[in-house]
């Protein structure tokens, strides 16, 4: 299938030309491992290399660091690059962060095989049993679906993009967030909110869709001899380097697939 990806939660401050290389080595993966994509960049600060944003499709890059954006899941940014995808006609797309790999090639096939085997409208990971958070950093499914998790208008106030993300997915289903949570309230019928996961979501580990931090890592697997070439190529020791900051806080009660598909 021929769709989009969005690649966005990245800013680049001043001195931080690190970055820079982060975002470049990201858009070279992803033009590289999905030939056919449009791709579609996002953020703020300072621009990426020209040769990065050669790379893209499309892009938006806003000059100014934009704070209010930070740690609260950069709604602003997603929905330009949502609104991109949409005037150029896609109707569904995957979503990640401009400082990470997914190692899967043509991961767009992949998440819609899971779509349709599991008959489901979004693909999730990093979600939690806690407070109603969705995994706001990588995601796939129907872009209408999606625009309407991240509306801004209901996103604010928060400290946490996950919550609201969460909570903009109940209002999607028409389901009023309740003020007070609890993991076993009924929130729609009989329906608890790991039920309504399961019931709209499909679930996968980072560990299966090869998740790679380089935002936590740069500077060991830029150590690495010839890491480019093998990053490029799919050839690399992935385990040692996936997301995996979302599993360090206890309270948050990190779900995986395992305990997903057991509820």
């Given at each position: 299938?021929?769709?989009g990806?969005l690649?966005?939660?990245?800013?680049?401050?001043?001195?931080?030309?690190?970055?820079?290389?982060?975002?470049?080595?990201c858009i070279?993966h992803?033009r590289k491992?999905?030939?056919?994509?449009?791709?579609v960049?996002?953020?703020?600060?300072?621009?990426?290399?020209?040769?990065?944003?050669?790379l893209?499709?499309?892009f938006?890059?806003?000059?100014?660091?934009?704070?209010?954006?930070?740690?609260v899941?950069?709604?602003?940014?997603?929905?330009?690059?949502?609104?991109i995808l949409?005037?150029?006609?896609?109707?569904?797309f995957?979503?990640?962060?401009?400082?990470?790999?997914?190692?899967?090639?043509?991961?767009?096939?992949?998440?819609?095989?899971?779509?349709?085997?599991e008959?489901?409208?979004?693909?999730?990971?990093?979600?939690?049993?806690y407070?109603y958070?969705?995994?706001?950093?990588?995601?796939?499914?129907?872009?209408?679906?999606?625009?309407?998790?991240?509306?801004?208008?209901?996103?604010?106030?928060?400290?946490?993009?996950?919550?609201?993300?969460?909570?903009?997915?109940?209002?999607?289903?028409?389901?009023?967030?309740?003020?007070?949570?609890?993991?076993n309230?009924?929130?729609?019928?009989?329906?608890?909110?790991?039920?309504?996961?399961?019931?709209?979501?499909?679930?996968?580990?980072?560990?299966?869709?090869?998740?790679?931090?380089?935002?936590?890592?740069?500077?060991?697997?830029?150590?690495?001899?010839?890491?480019?070439?093998?990053?490029?190529?799919?050839?690399f020791?992935f385990?040692?380097?996936?997301?995996?900051?979302?599993?360090?806080?206890?309270?948050?009660?990190?779900?995986?697939?395992k305990?997903?598909?057991?509820?």
């Amino acid at each position: 299938m021929k769709g989009g990806i969005l690649l966005t939660h990245t800013f680049i401050d001043i001195n931080q030309d690190f970055k820079r290389d982060i975002i470049d080595l990201c858009i070279n993966h992803y033009r590289k491992n999905n030939p056919n994509e449009f791709i579609v960049l996002t953020g703020h600060g300072m621009q990426p290399y020209s040769k990065t944003l050669d790379l893209c499709d499309d892009f938006f890059w806003h000059p100014n660091i934009l704070f209010s954006e930070i740690n609260v899941g950069h709604p602003k940014m997603v929905n330009i690059g949502i609104d991109i995808l949409k005037n150029k006609g896609y109707t569904k797309f995957c979503k990640s962060r401009a400082d990470s790999i997914i190692m899967r090639p043509n991961i767009l096939n992949y998440c819609e095989n899971v779509l349709k085997d599991e008959r489901r409208k979004l693909l999730i990971t990093t979600t939690n049993n806690y407070k109603y958070y969705m995994g706001d950093l990588f995601l796939y499914g129907l872009l209408d679906f999606i625009k309407s998790c991240w509306k801004i208008d209901t996103w604010y106030p928060t400290n946490t993009g996950l919550e609201s993300l969460g909570r903009n997915f109940l209002l999607a289903l028409d389901i009023e967030p309740p003020k007070i949570w609890n993991v076993n309230a009924k929130l729609s019928g009989n329906s608890t909110w790991i039920d309504l996961l399961r019931t709209h979501t499909s679930y996968r580990d980072v560990e299966n869709i090869k998740w790679i931090d380089l935002r936590g890592y740069w500077k060991e697997i830029f150590s690495i001899n010839n890491y480019k070439e093998k990053l490029l190529n799919n050839q690399f020791p992935f385990k040692r380097f996936i997301f995996k900051s979302w599993h360090m806080e206890r309270k948050f009660y990190p779900i995986n697939e395992k305990l997903f598909y057991k509820f």
